[in-house]
């Protein structure tokens, strides 16, 4: 198939790599000056040359919405209805504001959810009473990209859409496909470190979800070594998921996975491009997530006016 990915970045570079490797014809946008790429400078000329059957969004998070305005636009020109879309994570860098609708199959990178402890968890959880959980990601931001002074990154910055809460935003995906819509939400976010950043730094939530009576969840851009895990107690049992050593504890009984970094995103791609996914992160889960990020950044806000 003709794919499209725009935005050459660390992530765009990967779904271009990850592509080819499965054997798709792959392009690019991006203002840069690439060596080894088909490149080109606009979204219209790649789109009218290309006639792309896939396109993967993954500039900068502020840039997302009005290039998936531009993507809709172009592909409406040339007639391309049948192309699906992906917008890497976080959907949108700002709250949904201004209501918009996908015109086309569109999706979001959320793709932890193809992790295959993801995907057996989802499996034990359906069938089995969630009491509480857990979830817990840090990872020290210089640590990111250590090719690249952190400083410069989108990640440090809030206008880019930078911060732990849509960095890391995961965690607030995952939580919502495994337990639902989330009720009661109480937060704590902010910059707490001496980090040389203006977003937000570290966020705690706690929420009772429709099927999870107590959730707690914790996001930070601190944590040295990095840590992923998630721990849930069901009625019959305690899982532990560590997304590091790729391990799932059921009680005593540990069970390990084989999957290296690039395997969540090759299975996401697959599975959208296939016409096959009842897992991948549609639009609309997209903007559950980004309307959850407006809840906890609501609750800062006014902590910071009480104050």
């Keep these: 198939m003709n794919c499209l990915v725009i935005g050459y970045g660390s992530i765009g570079e990967r ?11 792959v392009s690019v ?15 219209d000329d790649a789109i009218s040359s290309e006639q792309p059957d896939y396109v993967v969004i993954a500039n900068k998070t502020s840039d997302h919405r009005n290039t998936l305005i531009k993507v809709s636009d172009a592909l409406s020109t040339q007639n391309l209805l049948n192309t699906r879309i992906l917008v890497e994570k976080p959907l949108f860098h700002t709250s949904i504001d201004h209501p ?4 086309f199959k569109t ?12 995907k057996e968890l989802k499996k034990r959880i359906n069938q089995n009473k969630c009491l509480t959980a857990f979830a ?6 210089p640590l990111f990209r ?17 911060g732990a809460l849509r960095d890391l935003s995961h965690e607030l995906d995952y939580l919502s496909w495994f337990f639902g819509k989330p009720n009661n939400l109480f937060s704590l976010s902010g910059k707490i470190s001496s980090l040389d950043i203006d977003s937000d730094d570290a966020a705690t939530v706690l929420m009772s979800m429709q ?5 707690m969840c914790e996001l930070n851009y601190l944590d040295r070594p990095g840590k992923r895990f998630l721990n849930i107690n ?9 997304l590091i050593d790729n391990s799932l504890m059921v009680d005593n009984h540990k069970m390990d996975f084989s999957c290296d970094k690039d395997t969540p995103y090759r299975e996401m791609h697959r599975s959208i491009l296939e016409g096959e996914s009842s897992e991948a992160c549609t639009f609309s889960e997209g903007q559950t997530a980004m309307n959850l990020i407006k809840r906890i950044e609501g609750m800062k806000e006014a902590k910071q006016m009480i104050l």
Excluded: N, W
Aim: net charge positive.
């Design 107 to 118: 999706y979001v990178g959320y793709h932890l959810r193809f992790h295959p402890i993801m």
């Design 100 to 103: 918009f609708e996908a015109t």
């Design 211 to 215: 099927h999870c009576q107590m959730v």
């Design 136 to 141: 817990y990601v840090g990872q020290y931001l």
């Design 15 to 25: 779904h271009h790599r990850i592509l080819k490797e499965m054997g798709h014809d």
């Design 146 to 162: 250590p090719q690249r002074d952190y400083r410069e990154s989108y990640s440090s910055k809030l206008s880019e859409g930078g």
């Design 234 to 242: 069901t009625r019959d049992a305690t899982l532990f998921a560590d």
């Design 29 to 43: 946008v991006s203002l840069r000056h690439l060596s080894g790429v088909k490149l080109f400078h606009s979204v």
